[in-house]
Structure formats: structure tokens, C-alpha cells
Nanobody, 125 residues
Framework: QVQLVEAGGGLVQAGGSLNLSCETS????????MGWFRQAPGKERDFVAG????????DYAVSVKGRFTISRNHAKNTVYLQMNSLKPEDTGVYYC??????????????????WGQGTQVTVSS
């Protein structure tokens, strides 16, 4: 059973940075595409970023492109989301998730089958 644990959320002022991490266990990390999603209060959970199995391909939502960077470390079974130039509209609960096969990066949350518990990110203006 694959388990995912996010960390790194918090409260930050607009323009600041946070680095989220998501450590996986119980599965073959290198076989998965990893995705980050976020859910703002009263809204649906939206795709933020994704990375394929070997890190050679990434995808970003238009709203975060150029500000966020997704990466993965196979030795630590961990995926990261470096978030810079944060804006109040980036506020929400951030979730990581796994998708198989690791060759594709879906943007639909329905195509991801294992999820972490989420970490809260709050950006004040």
C-alpha cells in the first residue's frame, strides 16, 4: 500500500517562498508520475504541477508556471514543490498524488490513485 506524507506548508507573506515535500513509502517510487494539486476554500481541487517517472518531463498549471518548480529525488522517495513569488491566490491545501504509468502526466485528479493528507499553505497580502 502506497502512502504519501506532505510537509512544508505554512503561513507566508506575498512574495515569499515555501518548499513542499512529499515522501512516499510502500511502492516503487520510480514507476510513478507524481502530481501536486491544491484546493482553495469552497473550490475544487486543481492541478498545480506534475513530473514523470524520471524527472525528464514536467507540466505546470498556467497560473504557477515560472514561479513553481517540481522535482523528485529517488534516493529519498520524495517529490518537491518549490514555490516562489507566492500570491494570496496560491492559498489552499496542497496534496501530492501518484499516477501510473509514470510516462504520462495527467492533469485530472481522477487519474491519480493515491493521495497524501495535504498540507496547508496560506499566503497573506
Amino acid at each position: 500500500q502506497v502512502q504519501l506524507v506532505e510537509a512544508g506548508g505554512g503561513l507566508v507573506q506575498a512574495g515569499g517562498s515555501l518548499n513542499l515535500s512529499c515522501e512516499t513509502s510502500g511502492g516503487y517510487f520510480a514507476s510513478f508520475t507524481m502530481g501536486w494539486f491544491r484546493q482553495a476554500p469552497g473550490k475544487e481541487r486543481d492541478f498545480v504541477a506534475g513530473i514523470n517517472w524520471n524527472g525528464g518531463s514536467t507540466d505546470y498549471a498556467v497560473s504557477v508556471k515560472g514561479r513553481f518548480t517540481i522535482s523528485r529525488n529517488h534516493a529519498k522517495n520524495t517529490v518537491y514543490l518549490q514555490m516562489n513569488s507566492l500570491k494570496p491566490e496560491d492559498t489552499g491545501v496542497y496534496y501530492c498524488a501518484t499516477h501510473f504509468p509514470g510516462s504520462e502526466i495527467p492533469r485530472s485528479g481522477a487519474e491519480y490513485n493515491r493521495w497524501g493528507q495535504g498540507t496547508q499553505v496560506t499566503v497573506s497580502s
